[in-house]
Protein backbone atom coordinates (compact mmCIF):
# COMPACT_ATOMS: atom_id res chain seq x y z
CA UNK A 1 0.00 0.00 0.00
CA UNK A 2 2.33 2.67 -1.13
CA UNK A 3 -0.12 5.65 -1.23
CA UNK A 4 1.33 8.53 -2.97
CA UNK A 5 5.60 8.06 -4.61
CA UNK A 6 7.44 10.77 -5.80
CA UNK A 7 10.74 10.55 -7.42
CA UNK A 8 13.41 11.80 -6.62
CA UNK A 9 13.78 13.06 -3.00
CA UNK A 10 16.32 15.27 -2.77
CA UNK A 11 17.87 16.99 -6.20
CA UNK A 12 20.56 19.64 -7.19
CA UNK A 13 20.26 21.67 -10.08
CA UNK A 14 22.49 24.25 -11.84
CA UNK A 15 20.61 27.25 -12.95
CA UNK A 16 19.30 26.40 -16.40
CA UNK A 17 19.06 22.93 -16.27
CA UNK A 18 15.52 21.14 -16.76
CA UNK A 19 14.29 18.50 -14.56
CA UNK A 20 10.80 16.53 -14.05
CA UNK A 21 9.61 15.30 -10.85
CA UNK A 22 7.32 12.26 -10.80
CA UNK A 23 4.14 11.20 -8.69
CA UNK A 24 2.69 8.03 -8.90
CA UNK A 25 -0.64 6.88 -6.51
CA UNK A 26 -2.22 4.06 -6.18
CA UNK A 27 -4.87 4.69 -4.81
CA UNK A 28 -7.31 5.24 -7.87
CA UNK A 29 -7.58 9.32 -7.03
CA UNK A 30 -9.29 11.43 -9.70
CA UNK A 31 -7.19 14.36 -8.56
CA UNK A 32 -3.73 15.11 -8.17
CA UNK A 33 -1.72 18.53 -7.15
CA UNK A 34 1.58 19.59 -6.99
CA UNK A 35 2.72 22.01 -4.32
CA UNK A 36 5.92 23.95 -2.71
CA UNK A 37 6.51 25.00 0.79
CA UNK A 38 8.83 27.36 1.81
CA UNK A 39 9.80 28.36 5.08
CA UNK A 40 6.93 30.68 6.42
CA UNK A 41 4.60 30.36 3.47
CA UNK A 42 2.83 27.06 3.76
CA UNK A 43 1.92 24.89 0.95
CA UNK A 44 1.07 26.69 -2.13
CA UNK A 45 -0.48 25.02 -5.31
CA UNK A 46 1.77 25.01 -8.33
CA UNK A 47 -0.18 23.04 -10.47
CA UNK A 48 -3.58 20.46 -10.02
CA UNK A 49 -4.93 17.95 -12.34
CA UNK A 50 -8.94 17.45 -11.76
CA UNK A 51 -9.12 14.33 -13.34
CA UNK A 52 -7.33 12.48 -16.02
CA UNK A 53 -6.39 14.32 -19.56
CA UNK A 54 -7.17 17.85 -17.17
CA UNK A 55 -4.20 20.67 -15.56
CA UNK A 56 -5.00 23.88 -14.63
CA UNK A 57 -3.13 26.72 -13.00
CA UNK A 58 -2.48 27.05 -9.21
CA UNK A 59 -1.38 29.95 -7.24
CA UNK A 60 2.27 29.84 -8.49
CA UNK A 61 2.51 28.24 -11.91
CA UNK A 62 5.25 30.53 -13.65
CA UNK A 63 8.23 28.20 -14.47
CA UNK A 64 6.44 24.96 -14.16
CA UNK A 65 4.96 22.72 -16.21
CA UNK A 66 2.67 19.33 -15.82
CA UNK A 67 1.49 16.42 -17.64
CA UNK A 68 -1.14 14.16 -16.31
CA UNK A 69 0.16 10.97 -18.09
CA UNK A 70 -2.41 8.77 -16.92
CA UNK A 71 -4.51 8.56 -13.70
CA UNK A 72 -1.84 7.35 -11.69
CA UNK A 73 0.54 9.69 -13.00
CA UNK A 74 1.27 13.69 -12.38
CA UNK A 75 4.83 14.94 -13.57
CA UNK A 76 5.97 18.93 -12.68
CA UNK A 77 9.02 19.80 -15.34
CA UNK A 78 10.96 22.93 -14.94
CA UNK A 79 12.60 23.70 -17.83
CA UNK A 80 15.31 26.23 -17.13
CA UNK A 81 15.42 26.25 -13.07
CA UNK A 82 16.33 28.88 -11.43
CA UNK A 83 17.45 29.82 -7.89
CA UNK A 84 13.94 31.08 -6.65
CA UNK A 85 12.66 27.49 -7.38
CA UNK A 86 14.51 26.08 -4.67
CA UNK A 87 11.98 24.51 -2.60
CA UNK A 88 10.58 21.63 -1.03
CA UNK A 89 7.90 19.84 -3.89
CA UNK A 90 4.96 17.68 -2.69
CA UNK A 91 2.69 15.90 -4.78
CA UNK A 92 -0.98 15.08 -3.57
CA UNK A 93 -3.94 13.02 -4.45
CA UNK A 94 -7.44 13.35 -3.58
CA UNK A 95 -10.53 12.09 -3.67
CA UNK A 96 -13.50 13.92 -3.39
CA UNK A 97 -14.79 14.54 0.18
CA UNK A 98 -11.94 13.03 1.62
CA UNK A 99 -8.11 14.11 2.63
CA UNK A 100 -5.56 14.80 0.35
CA UNK A 101 -2.84 12.52 0.56
CA UNK A 102 1.05 13.62 0.42
CA UNK A 103 4.10 12.24 -1.26
CA UNK A 104 7.17 12.39 0.93
CA UNK A 105 8.51 15.43 -0.83
CA UNK A 106 11.12 16.07 -2.93
CA UNK A 107 13.73 18.90 -1.63
CA UNK A 108 15.65 20.73 -4.87
CA UNK A 109 18.44 22.94 -4.53
CA UNK A 110 19.24 25.53 -7.55
CA UNK A 111 22.47 26.88 -7.04
CA UNK B 1 -4.91 38.80 2.87
CA UNK B 2 -4.29 35.17 2.90
CA UNK B 3 -6.97 32.90 2.67
CA UNK B 4 -6.32 30.87 5.74
CA UNK B 5 -4.36 32.34 8.90
CA UNK B 6 -2.26 31.16 11.18
CA UNK B 7 -0.07 32.00 14.42
CA UNK B 8 3.62 30.97 13.25
CA UNK B 9 4.66 30.45 16.69
CA UNK B 10 6.63 28.95 17.77
CA UNK B 11 3.77 27.76 20.71
CA UNK B 12 5.29 26.59 23.47
CA UNK B 13 3.74 24.31 25.67
CA UNK B 14 4.51 22.32 29.14
CA UNK B 15 4.21 18.61 28.36
CA UNK B 16 1.04 17.50 29.69
CA UNK B 17 -1.03 21.07 28.66
CA UNK B 18 -3.19 21.83 26.36
CA UNK B 19 -1.83 23.26 23.31
CA UNK B 20 -4.82 25.08 21.60
CA UNK B 21 -3.96 26.55 17.84
CA UNK B 22 -6.13 28.64 15.76
CA UNK B 23 -7.11 29.39 12.19
CA UNK B 24 -9.14 31.65 10.45
CA UNK B 25 -10.29 31.78 6.77
CA UNK B 26 -11.79 34.37 4.57
CA UNK B 27 -13.98 32.01 1.80
CA UNK B 28 -17.21 31.83 3.22
CA UNK B 29 -17.47 29.30 0.56
CA UNK B 30 -15.43 26.51 2.25
CA UNK B 31 -16.70 23.40 3.23
CA UNK B 32 -14.26 20.94 5.03
CA UNK B 33 -11.47 21.76 6.90
CA UNK B 34 -8.29 19.86 8.20
CA UNK B 35 -5.77 19.98 10.74
CA UNK B 36 -2.00 18.38 9.34
CA UNK B 37 0.42 17.69 11.45
CA UNK B 38 4.01 18.01 9.79
CA UNK B 39 7.12 17.13 11.50
CA UNK B 40 10.55 18.59 10.21
CA UNK B 41 11.60 17.53 6.65
CA UNK B 42 8.86 15.00 6.31
CA UNK B 43 5.16 15.70 4.82
CA UNK B 44 2.17 16.45 5.82
CA UNK B 45 -0.29 13.93 8.09
CA UNK B 46 -3.71 13.96 8.56
CA UNK B 47 -4.55 14.58 12.03
CA UNK B 48 -8.22 14.74 11.53
CA UNK B 49 -11.07 16.50 9.46
CA UNK B 50 -14.43 19.17 10.47
CA UNK B 51 -17.08 19.45 8.32
CA UNK B 52 -20.08 20.71 10.69
CA UNK B 53 -19.78 23.28 13.63
CA UNK B 54 -19.52 22.29 16.69
CA UNK B 55 -16.35 19.85 17.98
CA UNK B 56 -15.03 16.56 17.33
CA UNK B 57 -13.35 14.73 19.04
CA UNK B 58 -10.19 12.03 18.41
CA UNK B 59 -8.03 10.59 20.96
CA UNK B 60 -6.16 13.93 22.69
CA UNK B 61 -7.14 15.87 19.94
CA UNK B 62 -10.34 17.97 19.22
CA UNK B 63 -11.20 20.39 16.60
CA UNK B 64 -13.17 23.32 16.70
CA UNK B 65 -15.63 24.61 13.85
CA UNK B 66 -17.42 28.10 13.67
CA UNK B 67 -18.33 28.61 9.75
CA UNK B 68 -20.16 32.01 11.58
CA UNK B 69 -16.93 33.32 12.62
CA UNK B 70 -14.56 31.70 10.31
CA UNK B 71 -12.84 30.30 12.63
CA UNK B 72 -11.58 26.79 13.39
CA UNK B 73 -9.47 25.79 16.12
CA UNK B 74 -7.57 22.40 17.36
CA UNK B 75 -6.58 21.40 20.95
CA UNK B 76 -4.00 18.97 21.88
CA UNK B 77 -4.58 17.56 25.43
CA UNK B 78 -2.05 16.14 27.57
CA UNK B 79 0.53 17.04 25.46
CA UNK B 80 3.30 14.98 24.36
CA UNK B 81 7.16 15.98 23.13
CA UNK B 82 6.35 13.44 20.55
CA UNK B 83 3.70 16.05 19.36
CA UNK B 84 6.02 18.87 19.17
CA UNK B 85 6.00 19.60 14.88
CA UNK B 86 4.20 22.06 12.55
CA UNK B 87 0.65 22.43 12.33
CA UNK B 88 -1.13 23.26 9.18
CA UNK B 89 -4.55 24.11 8.72
CA UNK B 90 -6.57 23.38 5.57
CA UNK B 91 -9.92 24.53 3.91
CA UNK B 92 -11.74 22.89 1.02
CA UNK B 93 -14.32 23.30 -1.16
CA UNK B 94 -14.67 21.09 -3.66
CA UNK B 95 -16.60 21.54 -7.21
CA UNK B 96 -17.48 18.13 -8.73
CA UNK B 97 -14.67 15.44 -8.36
CA UNK B 98 -11.79 17.75 -7.01
CA UNK B 99 -10.93 20.07 -4.25
CA UNK B 100 -9.12 23.41 -3.90
CA UNK B 101 -7.11 23.18 -0.73
CA UNK B 102 -6.32 26.21 0.44
CA UNK B 103 -3.33 25.82 3.41
CA UNK B 104 -2.24 27.91 6.16
CA UNK B 105 1.44 28.74 6.80
CA UNK B 106 1.18 26.58 9.87
CA UNK B 107 1.92 27.02 13.52
CA UNK B 108 4.98 25.39 15.26
CA UNK B 109 4.24 23.37 18.62
CA UNK B 110 7.26 22.99 20.63
CA UNK B 111 6.72 20.11 23.89
CA UNK B 112 8.82 21.07 26.69
CA UNK B 113 9.19 17.98 29.32
Known amino acids: NAGVTQTPKFQVLKTGQSMTLQCAQDMNHNSMYWYRQDPGMGLRLIYYSASEGTTDKGEVPNGYNVSRLNKREFSLRLESAAPSQTSVYFCASYRANTEAFFGQGTRLTVV | ?113
Open chain 2, 1 to 113: QKEVEQNSGPLSVPEGAIASLNCTYSDRGSQSFFWYRQYSGKSPELIMFIYSNGDKEDGRFTAQLNKASQYVSLLIRDSQPSDSATYLCAVNRWDDSWGKFQFGAGTQVVVTP
